[in-house]
């Protein structure tokens, strides 16, 4: 896809699909029980003690990573990473929405948490797929990660996980203290942590082609 006006209109449009169904993902997480993947960790423990929705809780938290990475990066860092702002204000919109949309689906079994569970890492892992393939803006989460690997000899792999661990280790510390038990972080979240990756790399390819054609 080449940078044109109307071919980056069409990245753009690429991106936003690519946020709800990234936010169907979450929701599905979220309803499944076995804990959410480990970027969205963190605000959902956050919306179950205070005052904040889900999707509240991840704007405010890519506000912050966006201001770590202008701290991180100061003279190196690209205004045009500020669209990160308004993608995380879209973003937290449509988990809230997800999740509003989603409240009356209740797996009610062990392996139907784990279809609903299969279901959430699938639909994030096809949301980043098209977020890659739209190649606009990163969010702040990958935004992070990547001031982080440039400004320390870190590669992106470690630096990832590294990142997914200073996201799970607050939220079980902060479930623990205020609800008295491990919120948000299960056996789900690592497979998250898994799989979403992978099912990423394999939608990936099928997307490269559409996007020659999305973009002709």
């Known amino acids: 896809m080449s940078r044109t006006p109307v071919n980056l209109l069409k990245r753009y449009l690429l991106l936003a699909v690519g946020l709800a169904i990234m936010a169907f993902g979450v929701g599905f997480s979220i309803q499944a029980g076995l804990g959410t993947s480990p970027i969205s960790s963190l605000p959902y423990v956050l919306s179950l003690f205070t005052p904040f929705t889900v999707g509240t809780a991840t704007i405010a938290m890519h506000v912050t ?3 770590l990475q202008i701290l991180l990066l100061r003279k190196q860092y690209d205004p045009i990473q500020l669209i990160q ?3 995380a204000l879209i973003f937290g919109t449509l988990t809230d929405f997800s999740v509003w949309m989603l409240q009356g689906l209740t797996p009610g079994s062990y392996p139907m948490q784990w279809v609903f569970c299969i279901i959430g890492i699938l639909l994030v ?3 980043v ?6 190649d606009v803006v990163t969010l702040a989460g990958e935004g992070m990660v990547l001031a982080v690997c440039k400004v320390f000899p870190v590669p992106f792999a470690k630096g990832k996980v590294g990142f997914d661990i200073t996201l799970v280790v607050p ?14 972080v299960r056996e789900g979240t690592v497979a998250a942590a898994i799989c979403v ?3 990423a790399k394999q939608v ?3 997307m490269k082609r559409f996007a020659q054609r999305f973009g002709d």
Do not use: W
């Open 65 to 67: 990573l966006i201001l």
């Open 85 to 87: 702002l308004p993608v």
């Open 125 to 127: 892992g096809v949301g």
């Open 129 to 134: 797929s098209f977020e890659v393939t739209a």
């Open 171 to 184: 939220a079980c510390v902060l479930s623990l203290i205020f609800l008295g038990y491990l919120a948000g």
């Open 197 to 199: 990756g992978l099912t």
């Open 204 to 206: 990936n390819r099928p």
